[in-house]
């Protein structure tokens, strides 16, 4: 009796000169293709053009990629704890080649000599050098769904995105493609360096900050974002009536925000505890499951006094 992949080829009428490939010689064929993706993805790391004016006599940083006990040794103020821990990540072809093409438009070099980033933003709002746009950064936007779904109906906004996981960012990368977003860019780097290093005070119209890891365990308590010290640089880089706009399905998180996000002098509760979900803030596919299952989903909207 013939073997299950000789049978295939009976039935298909393939001759012996067009054999179908074998499961082993699949696999190792989409191994060699991821290989050939993370390559191309390698080497348009280094020099991108990201349509910011590059400074005189000043070279053009690469992003930052390396391990978190590494890369604090050459920041000003170093921080003890971080709040993610950077994974390798598994990059589908796509992905790569999103950020081998369009990361040269969209993703900005990390750079602690540009204290303003929003003013080196402004060229993007047209003729004129004018910044017409609203500005708003997300800190870690995970694969870009939201980002992409907001910046699409906000096309009036700067949406400023930080993630640190390179995957996320190709598939960011991939919807702005698609959608055909302008006003989109993305910092593949610690959104809190960005923050101190790169945003200038009063510059914001808004952040979103969207299902952060909860760190469950107690002893990691200390590594959630959201804590006092970090809310007060969030609430300075808020322009006056600036809002910022947390969301976690974590209950003992979500009850720490609402503490630490109401025992910030300035900011102000735009609602009686939580809020409702804004509209603009789509349900991604993890949270409609979470919701059919009963697990609660809290959003917190804060405003600048």
Known sequence: M?????????ATGVGAAQALPLPGQRQRARRARRAQGLAVAAQARGGRDTGIPAKRGGTRHRRSMTPPEDSDAHVAHPRAVRSFVTRAGRMTV???????????????????????????CAHLAGAGGQNHFKTVLEIGFGMGQATAHIAALKPDTLFIGCEVHEPGVGALLKLVDALQLANVRILQHDAVEVLRHMIAPGTLDGIHIFFPDPWPKKR?????????????ELALRLAPGGYLHC??????????????????PLLANTADGYAPRPDYRPLTKFELRGLRLGHGVWDLVFRKQ
């Open 220 to 232: 990691h308590h200390k590594r959630r974002l959201i804590q006092p010290a970090f809310v007060h």
């Open 94 to 120: 796509g992905q790569a080649r999103a950020l081998s093409e369009l990361g040269p438009r969209y993703v900005l070099p990390y750079d602690s000599n540009t204290p303003d980033l929003i003013a080196a």
């Open 247 to 264: 969301a976690t399905d974590w209950q003992p998180y979500a009850e720490q925000m609402l503490a630490v996000l109401s025992g910030e």
């Open 2 to 10: 013939p073997g299950r992949h000789a049978a295939r080829l009976l």
